[in-house]
């Protein structure tokens, strides 16, 4: 919570104009927040710098790539195992997200495939294969109401 603090409401604006188009021209979010426009590139390219600005990316629609099944996959470590299991599933085609989490598992991660059939062939080939992996649970995503990278500033703001 200690970076929100540094941040200020036009920095907030500048930040919530970005998330709904990265693409925006500069001038445009300038008019926006009542600034000239080489004010708030200065401004984007601090944020940047200080990281809280991690980059700049396309949404691509999965379907479209021959992806469309999505899967969360439940990675069950030995716990005495060696430590790069973490970059090991970050490694694997298809893997998008590898987040350690509480519980009697170790890491969930999100994957893509085109089918059922591939995403066995992927678990057995890559995940059972990595040194200290003893089990997976995987829970294939039927439909998708909500998808987002975005941070609610709103919250941030406030809390």
Known sequence: MEQIRTIDSTD???????????R???AEVARQVGMAPSAVLERIRKLEERGIIEGYE????????GQSLAAFVFVDVDRA???????????????QEVHQIAGEDGYLVKVRASDPETLGRLLRENFTLIKGVRATRTQIVLSTFKETRRIDLDVAASG
Do not use: D, T, Y
């Open 12 to 22: 907030l604006q500048i930040l919530q104009i970005l998330q709904e188009k990265a």
């Open 24 to 26: 925006i021209p500069n």
């Open 58 to 65: 396309v949404r691509l629609n999965p379907g479209h790539f």
């Open 81 to 95: 195992g060696n430590g790069s299991v973490a970059g090991e599933l970050a490694a694997i085609a298809g893997v």
